[in-house]
């Protein structure tokens, strides 16, 4: 089920307090490193190297715990007003732990000059279109 050198699967037995929610199949942690207030990462708790390998009853759970996150974060912060969900697939796509994880980003008004674009900005002059 796990990896002995993932800090993914090690964070499930040796750091469950970090865990802010779970289900059978996934749990959600806030981001050691993260870009806004809130940021939150949703991981599945069998080891797999990214969104590609993941079950349909994976998927499920980590729907369910983005959806309640979502919810709970829309109560405690009102001045979150979207959110960015972004996977990196691969070192090119700038995956630096080779776990599955779904990022959930809080946005807020006025937290970059010109949101447009969304993810798209990723790559510089990709973003206006």
Same mark, same amino acid.
């Given at each position: 089920?796990?990896?002995?050198?993932?800090?993914?699967?090690?964070?499930?037995?040796?750091?469950?307090?970090?865990?802010?929610?779970?289900?059978?199949? +996934? #749990? +959600?942690?806030?981001?050691? @490193?993260?870009?806004?207030? @809130?940021? /939150?990462?949703?991981?599945?708790?069998?080891?797999?190297?990214? #969104?590609?390998?993941? /079950?349909?009853?994976?998927?499920? !759970?980590?729907?369910?715990?983005?959806?309640?996150?979502?919810?709970?974060?829309?109560?405690?912060?009102?001045?979150?007003?979207?959110?960015?969900?972004?996977?990196?697939?691969?070192? /090119? !796509?700038?995956?630096?732990? @080779?776990?599955?994880?779904?990022?959930?980003?809080?946005?807020?008004?006025?937290?970059?000059?010109?949101?447009?674009?969304?993810?798209?900005?990723?790559?510089?002059?990709?973003?206006? #279109?």
């Amino acid at each position: 089920m796990g990896n002995k050198e993932c800090i993914f699967c090690d964070l499930q037995s040796l750091d469950r307090q970090r865990i802010i929610d779970e289900n059978n199949l +996934a #749990y +959600a942690i806030r981001d050691g @490193f993260p870009v806004t207030k @809130f940021h /939150t990462l949703f991981i599945t708790k069998r080891h797999v190297s990214d #969104y590609f390998g993941l /079950t349909q009853p994976e998927l499920n !759970a980590i729907n369910l715990l983005i959806d309640r996150q979502r919810e709970l974060l829309n109560k405690s912060d009102e001045s979150i007003d979207g959110y960015n969900i972004g996977i990196n697939c691969g070192e /090119t !796509a700038g995956q630096s732990v @080779f776990h599955c994880h779904i990022h959930l980003i809080p946005r807020r008004k006025g937290d970059v000059e010109n949101p447009r674009g969304g993810i798209r900005n990723l790559i510089p002059g990709k973003g206006s #279109y």
